[in-house]
């Protein structure tokens, strides 16, 4: 018997109308077997059972044409039962290997596409290396290891060294600064005002140059 496989033009994909073919001539096949056994079974003989006499002639009460000729096609069915069988696997062997590869590489895709549109980070001017406990800064949500790459109208761009920052805090006291900071690779922004508090300054941390 010829195979579904062997209809398919070579180097062709697997597709799933393919398994669903083979499975379908398994399926012909499996009836076919199993109308020759109902033969079988209304001879009384099965699959097995012997077609001679006790004394060694063959038996007068069975057709034996009709016996042999339904165990030969079930012998050979039964041969291309276990080739389909073979082939199914191994078409949904490579079915769901080509779906593992493509979800592998949409997911790669899609994370390369997500690296792409996140965007690029200009590199910080300072760093804060001390915070006080209840100062503006602290209060603006400013933390230990923040990267500056803007302090109000100062940015990576127009940074000369810490009194362009010292200058913007003494002209915008009691006015709210925008901060931009790089946190754990993300970009943070928060609302600064420089103003009198308990402590020293008009900010409550210390920030230092980023060797450029």
Same mark, same amino acid.
């Given at each position: 018997?010829?195979?579904?496989?062997?209809?398919?033009?070579?180097?062709?994909?697997?597709?799933?109308?393919?398994?669903?073919?083979?499975?379908?001539?398994?399926?012909?096949?499996?009836?076919?077997?199993?109308?020759?056994?109902? %033969?079988?079974?209304?001879?009384?003989?099965?699959?097995? =059972?012997?077609? &001679?006499?006790? /004394?060694?002639?063959?038996?007068?009460? +069975?057709?034996?044409?009709?016996?042999?000729?339904?165990?030969?096609?079930?012998?050979?069915?039964?041969?291309?039962?276990?080739?389909?069988?073979?082939?199914?696997?191994?078409?949904?062997?490579?079915?769901?290997?080509?779906?593992?590869?493509?979800?592998?590489?949409?997911?790669?895709?899609?994370?390369?596409?997500?690296?792409?549109?996140?965007?690029?980070?200009?590199?910080?001017?300072?760093?804060?290396?001390? %915070?006080?406990?209840?100062?503006?800064?602290?209060?603006? =949500?400013?933390? &230990?290891?923040? /990267?500056?790459?803007?302090?109000?109208? +100062?940015?990576?761009?127009n940074f000369q060294n810490l009194q362009n920052i010292a200058s913007v805090v003494q002209h915008s006291e009691?006015?709210?600064?925008?901060?931009?900071?790089?946190?754990?690779?993300?970009?943070?922004?928060?609302?600064?005002?420089?103003?009198?508090?308990?402590?020293?300054?008009?900010?409550?941390?210390?920030?230092?140059?980023?060797?450029?």
């Amino acid at each position: 018997m010829k195979m579904t496989g062997e209809n398919r033009a070579e180097g062709s994909e697997i597709t799933m109308d393919d398994v669903k073919n083979l499975i379908k001539k398994k399926d012909e096949i499996e009836e076919q077997i199993k109308a020759y056994q109902d %033969v079988l079974e209304d001879q009384g003989v099965g699959v097995d =059972g012997p077609l &001679v006499d006790a /004394e060694g002639y063959p038996r007068a009460d +069975v057709n034996l044409y009709t016996i042999r000729d339904a165990r030969h096609n079930i012998s050979c069915l039964q041969n291309d039962h276990k080739a389909i069988m073979a082939e199914i696997e191994e078409a949904l062997h490579k079915l769901h290997a080509r779906e593992k590869a493509k979800r592998e590489q949409d997911e790669a895709g899609s994370q390369q596409e997500a690296m792409e549109q996140q965007p690029t980070l200009p590199p910080p001017f300072a760093k804060v290396d001390a %915070v006080t406990g209840g100062s503006p800064a602290f209060k603006a =949500g400013l933390k &230990v290891g923040d /990267e500056v790459i803007e302090f109000g109208s +100062v940015n990576t761009n127009n940074f000369q060294n810490l009194q362009n920052i010292a200058s913007v805090v003494q002209h915008s006291e009691g006015k709210p600064l925008r901060v931009a900071v790089i946190r754990d690779g993300q970009k943070v922004q928060m609302s600064l005002t420089p103003q009198r508090w308990s402590g020293r300054g008009l900010l409550g941390c210390n920030i230092i140059p980023v060797q450029r």
